[in-house]
Protein backbone atom coordinates (compact mmCIF):
# COMPACT_ATOMS: atom_id res chain seq x y z
CA UNK A 1 0.00 0.00 0.00
CA UNK A 2 1.03 3.65 -0.71
CA UNK A 3 2.14 5.13 2.17
CA UNK A 4 4.43 7.71 3.77
CA UNK A 5 7.18 7.54 7.01
CA UNK A 6 7.67 10.63 8.73
CA UNK A 7 10.40 8.62 11.50
CA UNK A 8 11.08 11.59 13.51
CA UNK A 9 7.61 11.57 15.85
CA UNK A 10 9.50 14.54 17.54
CA UNK A 11 12.17 16.96 17.60
CA UNK A 12 13.81 19.97 19.81
CA UNK A 13 16.09 21.79 18.51
CA UNK A 14 17.23 25.21 19.77
CA UNK A 15 16.45 28.87 18.30
CA UNK A 16 18.72 29.59 15.61
CA UNK A 17 19.83 26.09 15.26
CA UNK A 18 19.30 24.45 11.48
CA UNK A 19 16.54 22.21 11.24
CA UNK A 20 15.92 18.53 8.76
CA UNK A 21 12.24 17.31 9.28
CA UNK A 22 12.48 13.61 7.47
CA UNK A 23 10.24 12.18 4.86
CA UNK A 24 9.89 8.86 2.54
CA UNK A 25 7.27 7.96 0.66
CA UNK A 26 6.59 4.19 -0.59
CA UNK A 27 7.76 3.82 -4.64
CA UNK A 28 5.13 5.46 -7.03
CA UNK A 29 6.38 6.57 -10.75
CA UNK A 30 4.81 10.32 -10.37
CA UNK A 31 4.78 11.21 -6.91
CA UNK A 32 2.80 14.79 -5.64
CA UNK A 33 4.84 15.82 -2.41
CA UNK A 34 3.86 18.07 0.13
CA UNK A 35 4.52 19.66 3.80
CA UNK A 36 2.21 21.01 6.10
CA UNK A 37 2.32 23.19 9.54
CA UNK A 38 -0.16 22.74 11.77
CA UNK A 39 -0.26 24.89 15.30
CA UNK A 40 -2.15 23.23 18.16
CA UNK A 41 -6.11 23.30 17.56
CA UNK A 42 -5.68 24.88 14.24
CA UNK A 43 -5.90 22.97 10.50
CA UNK A 44 -3.18 22.72 8.09
CA UNK A 45 -1.17 25.11 6.06
CA UNK A 46 1.03 24.72 3.09
CA UNK A 47 4.05 25.04 3.66
CA UNK A 48 5.13 24.03 0.53
CA UNK A 49 5.13 21.64 -2.49
CA UNK A 50 6.85 19.53 -5.13
CA UNK A 51 5.17 18.33 -8.34
CA UNK A 52 7.96 18.18 -11.09
CA UNK A 53 11.23 20.28 -12.22
CA UNK A 54 13.85 21.66 -10.01
CA UNK A 55 14.41 18.85 -6.91
CA UNK A 56 14.76 21.71 -4.67
CA UNK A 57 11.45 23.67 -3.91
CA UNK A 58 11.24 27.07 -1.14
CA UNK A 59 8.26 27.38 0.35
CA UNK A 60 6.85 30.05 2.87
CA UNK A 61 8.45 31.04 6.46
CA UNK A 62 11.80 30.19 5.06
CA UNK A 63 11.67 26.50 4.41
CA UNK A 64 12.43 24.46 1.83
CA UNK A 65 12.81 20.88 0.65
CA UNK A 66 14.09 18.81 -1.32
CA UNK A 67 12.70 15.90 -3.53
CA UNK A 68 15.78 12.55 -3.96
CA UNK A 69 13.94 10.08 -6.07
CA UNK A 70 16.48 7.89 -5.22
CA UNK A 71 15.87 7.80 -1.82
CA UNK A 72 11.87 8.05 -1.95
CA UNK A 73 12.89 11.07 0.30
CA UNK A 74 11.27 14.84 0.53
CA UNK A 75 13.36 16.50 3.54
CA UNK A 76 12.21 19.80 4.99
CA UNK A 77 14.81 21.86 5.75
CA UNK A 78 15.23 25.21 7.63
CA UNK A 79 18.62 27.13 8.00
CA UNK A 80 17.86 28.98 11.63
CA UNK A 81 14.64 27.90 13.42
CA UNK A 82 12.35 30.44 15.06
CA UNK A 83 10.29 29.72 18.39
CA UNK A 84 7.66 30.56 15.94
CA UNK A 85 8.16 27.71 13.89
CA UNK A 86 7.12 25.30 16.96
CA UNK A 87 4.60 23.10 15.39
CA UNK A 88 3.45 19.90 14.19
CA UNK A 89 4.71 19.19 10.30
CA UNK A 90 2.91 16.79 7.87
CA UNK A 91 4.76 15.14 4.49
CA UNK A 92 1.74 13.81 2.48
CA UNK A 93 2.05 12.55 -1.02
CA UNK A 94 -0.70 11.93 -3.94
CA UNK A 95 0.44 10.00 -6.99
CA UNK A 96 -1.10 9.42 -11.14
CA UNK A 97 -2.27 13.02 -10.98
CA UNK A 98 -1.87 16.24 -8.92
CA UNK A 99 -5.90 15.84 -8.05
CA UNK A 100 -5.52 12.51 -6.46
CA UNK A 101 -6.27 12.62 -2.71
CA UNK A 102 -3.52 12.95 -0.04
CA UNK A 103 -1.55 10.48 1.83
CA UNK A 104 -0.46 11.69 5.24
CA UNK A 105 2.62 10.25 7.65
CA UNK A 106 1.72 10.71 11.08
CA UNK A 107 3.69 13.98 11.43
CA UNK A 108 6.58 15.44 13.58
CA UNK A 109 6.15 17.58 16.79
CA UNK A 110 8.90 20.41 16.47
CA UNK A 111 9.34 21.78 19.66
CA UNK A 112 11.90 24.78 19.65
CA UNK A 113 14.33 25.64 23.15
CA UNK A 114 15.52 29.07 23.89
CA UNK B 1 -11.33 36.39 1.44
CA UNK B 2 -12.17 32.54 0.00
CA UNK B 3 -11.51 29.72 2.41
CA UNK B 4 -12.88 27.08 4.74
CA UNK B 5 -15.68 27.21 7.27
CA UNK B 6 -15.87 25.03 9.52
CA UNK B 7 -18.65 25.17 12.31
CA UNK B 8 -18.63 24.61 15.58
CA UNK B 9 -15.21 24.98 17.09
CA UNK B 10 -15.78 22.76 19.73
CA UNK B 11 -18.85 20.39 20.04
CA UNK B 12 -19.93 18.21 22.79
CA UNK B 13 -22.01 15.32 22.49
CA UNK B 14 -23.80 12.87 24.31
CA UNK B 15 -23.19 9.12 23.92
CA UNK B 16 -26.13 7.75 21.67
CA UNK B 17 -26.76 11.25 20.07
CA UNK B 18 -26.11 11.94 16.45
CA UNK B 19 -23.92 14.96 15.21
CA UNK B 20 -23.68 16.97 12.24
CA UNK B 21 -20.24 18.88 11.80
CA UNK B 22 -20.59 21.46 9.46
CA UNK B 23 -17.83 22.68 6.12
CA UNK B 24 -18.07 25.73 3.85
CA UNK B 25 -16.02 26.71 0.92
CA UNK B 26 -16.61 29.52 -0.97
CA UNK B 27 -13.21 28.50 -3.37
CA UNK B 28 -15.27 27.15 -5.77
CA UNK B 29 -13.33 23.79 -5.09
CA UNK B 30 -15.02 20.55 -6.96
CA UNK B 31 -13.08 17.59 -3.98
CA UNK B 32 -13.67 17.55 -0.77
CA UNK B 33 -12.68 15.83 1.83
CA UNK B 34 -13.39 15.21 5.84
CA UNK B 35 -9.96 13.82 8.06
CA UNK B 36 -10.11 12.75 11.43
CA UNK B 37 -6.82 13.43 13.83
CA UNK B 38 -5.78 11.81 16.71
CA UNK B 39 -2.56 12.13 18.79
CA UNK B 40 -0.25 10.25 17.09
CA UNK B 41 -2.17 8.94 14.30
CA UNK B 42 -1.81 11.65 11.35
CA UNK B 43 -4.67 12.28 9.69
CA UNK B 44 -7.03 9.83 8.61
CA UNK B 45 -9.66 10.01 5.64
CA UNK B 46 -13.04 9.49 6.49
CA UNK B 47 -15.63 10.38 3.54
CA UNK B 48 -14.41 12.44 0.35
CA UNK B 49 -16.38 13.76 -2.67
CA UNK B 50 -14.89 14.98 -6.17
CA UNK B 51 -18.74 16.04 -7.50
CA UNK B 52 -21.81 17.04 -6.44
CA UNK B 53 -24.14 14.00 -5.54
CA UNK B 54 -21.02 11.76 -5.37
CA UNK B 55 -18.92 10.99 -2.61
CA UNK B 56 -17.05 7.97 -1.67
CA UNK B 57 -15.79 5.75 1.47
CA UNK B 58 -12.32 6.62 2.91
CA UNK B 59 -9.98 4.40 5.12
CA UNK B 60 -12.40 4.65 8.34
CA UNK B 61 -16.10 5.53 7.48
CA UNK B 62 -17.50 3.22 9.70
CA UNK B 63 -20.29 5.40 12.06
CA UNK B 64 -20.03 8.44 9.38
CA UNK B 65 -22.48 9.92 7.13
CA UNK B 66 -22.26 12.55 4.53
CA UNK B 67 -24.02 14.18 2.05
CA UNK B 68 -22.96 16.58 -1.04
CA UNK B 69 -26.41 18.36 -2.17
CA UNK B 70 -23.75 21.57 -3.10
CA UNK B 71 -20.99 22.73 -4.07
CA UNK B 72 -19.82 24.50 -1.20
CA UNK B 73 -20.83 22.68 1.48
CA UNK B 74 -20.09 18.70 2.76
CA UNK B 75 -21.26 18.05 6.15
CA UNK B 76 -19.74 15.05 8.44
CA UNK B 77 -22.34 13.12 10.67
CA UNK B 78 -21.35 11.08 13.27
CA UNK B 79 -23.48 8.81 14.35
CA UNK B 80 -24.22 6.57 17.49
CA UNK B 81 -22.76 3.95 15.50
CA UNK B 82 -18.92 5.64 15.74
CA UNK B 83 -17.84 3.65 19.25
CA UNK B 84 -14.79 6.27 20.06
CA UNK B 85 -15.88 9.80 18.38
CA UNK B 86 -13.80 12.19 20.20
CA UNK B 87 -11.17 13.44 18.05
CA UNK B 88 -10.10 16.58 16.08
CA UNK B 89 -11.92 16.75 12.40
CA UNK B 90 -10.70 18.24 9.59
CA UNK B 91 -12.22 19.23 6.60
CA UNK B 92 -10.41 20.22 3.27
CA UNK B 93 -11.15 21.38 -0.01
CA UNK B 94 -9.16 20.97 -3.25
CA UNK B 95 -9.42 22.57 -6.97
CA UNK B 96 -9.66 20.22 -10.03
CA UNK B 97 -6.19 21.75 -11.07
CA UNK B 98 -4.71 20.12 -8.10
CA UNK B 99 -2.24 21.48 -5.85
CA UNK B 100 -2.80 20.14 -2.93
CA UNK B 101 -5.39 21.00 0.25
CA UNK B 102 -6.86 24.10 1.77
CA UNK B 103 -8.08 23.07 5.11
CA UNK B 104 -10.60 24.65 7.97
CA UNK B 105 -9.53 25.02 11.02
CA UNK B 106 -11.24 21.91 12.30
CA UNK B 107 -13.89 20.83 14.72
CA UNK B 108 -13.06 19.46 18.08
CA UNK B 109 -16.05 16.70 18.99
CA UNK B 110 -16.05 15.07 22.53
CA UNK B 111 -18.36 12.28 23.79
CA UNK B 112 -19.79 13.18 27.10
Redesign the interface.
Known amino acids: AQSVTQPDIHITVSEGASLELRCNYSYGATPYLFWYVQSPGQGLQLLLKYFSGDTLVQGIKGFEAEFKRSQSSFNLRKPSVHWSDAAEYFCAVTYGGATNKLIFGTGTLLAVQP | DGG?T?SPKYLFRKEGQNVTLSCEQNLNHD?M?W?RQDP????R?IY?SQIVNDFQK?DIAEGYSVSREKKESFPLTVTSAQKNPTA?Y?C?S?S???????????T?LTVV
Open positions: IQAYYGQGLLYGFLAMVAGGGYTFGSGR
